[in-house]
Antibody, heavy 127, light 107 residues
C-alpha cells in the first residue's frame, strides 16, 4: 500500500527546534517530488517546503533559513528540521507525495498534484 | 509566482443543490489545476486533476471545467458528505506549489 506516516510533532517553546519525519511505503521518496504542507488552525493550506527528486529544494519565504527539508533514501524517509520556531509556525504539518502526468491540452505541458497525503503531525509553538 | 484566487470563501447550500466554486489563476497555467476536498480534522483528498479529470472512485456528481484562467468545480445534487472545504492547486517547476484560499461549503 502506498502511504506516508508523519511523526515528531508536539508542543515546543518559542525559539525551540523540532524535526518531523515522514516514513514512506509503497514508493521511493528519492524518485518523487515530496512536500510538507501545513495548515494553521482555521486556515488554508500552505506549501512550506518541497524536495525535488533531483535534490533541489523550495522553501516558502517565512521559513527560509529556519527549516530544512531532507531525505534518507536508505530509510525511505523525508524530514523537516524546524529551528527557531515561532508562534505562527503552529499548524498541522502534512507530508505528501506529488505525482506528474501528461497534460491533455495543447501545447504540451505536465500537470502535478498530490496523490498521497499523510494524516498530519501537529506542531504547537507556545509563547 | 502564480496565485490562485478562489471564490466564494463560504457557501451556504442545501442537500440536492448544485454548487459552483471558482478558482482564477493570475496567469495562464494550461489545464494544470487540481481540486481537493477536505473534511474537518482530515487530510485533503484529491477530486479532480488536469482541470477536468475525475479521480477514480470520486462520485460523478463532481466535475471540473475551465475557461482561460478561470477554473470551476461543480457539485451536482449536493450530498450530506459533501459539506466540506474545497481547495484548488497548481504547481509547475517554475512556480511554487500553490493552493487557493479555500471554499467552505456549509449547510
Amino acid at each position: 500500500e502506498v502511504q506516508v506516516v508523519e511523526s515528531g510533532g508536539g508542543l515546543i517553546q518559542r525559539g525551540g527546534s523540532l524535526t518531523l519525519s515522514c516514513a514512506a511505503s509503497g514508493f521511493a521518496v528519492a524518485s518523487n517530488f515530496m512536500t510538507w504542507v501545513r495548515q494553521a488552525p482555521g486556515k488554508g493550506l500552505e506549501c512550506v517546503s518541497l524536495l525535488y527528486s533531483g535534490g533541489d529544494t523550495y522553501y516558502t519565504d517565512s521559513v527560509k533559513g529556519r527549516f530544512t527539508i531532507s531525505r534518507d533514501n536508505s530509510q525511505n524517509t523525508l524530514y523537516l528540521q524546524m529551528n527557531s520556531l515561532r508562534a505562527e509556525d503552529t499548524a498541522v504539518y502534512y507530508c505528501a507525495k506529488m505525482t506528474r502526468g501528461y497534460g491533455s491540452a495543447i501545447p504540451f505541458y505536465y500537470y502535478y498534484h498530490i496523490d498521497v497525503w499523510g494524516k498530519g503531525a501537529t506542531v504547537t509553538v507556545s509563547s | 509566482a502564480i496565485q490562485l484566487t478562489q471564490s466564494p470563501s463560504f457557501l451556504s447550500a442545501s442537500v440536492g443543490d448544485r454548487v459552483t466554486i471558482t478558482c482564477r489563476a493570475s496567469q495562464g497555467i494550461s489545464s494544470a489545476l487540481a481540486w481537493y476536498q477536505q473534511r474537518p480534522g482530515k487530510a485533503p483528498n484529491l477530486l479532480i486533476y488536469d482541470a477536468s479529470n475525475l479521480k477514480s472512485g470520486v462520485p460523478s456528481r463532481f466535475s471540473g471545467s475551465e475557461s482561460g484562467t478561470e477554473f470551476t468545480l461543480t457539485i451536482n445534487s449536493l450530498q450530506p458528505e459533501d459539506f466540506a472545504t474545497y481547495y484548488c492547486q497548481h504547481f509547475n517547476t517554475n512556480s511554487p506549489l500553490t493552493f487557493g484560499g479555500g471554499t467552505k461549503v456549509e449547510i
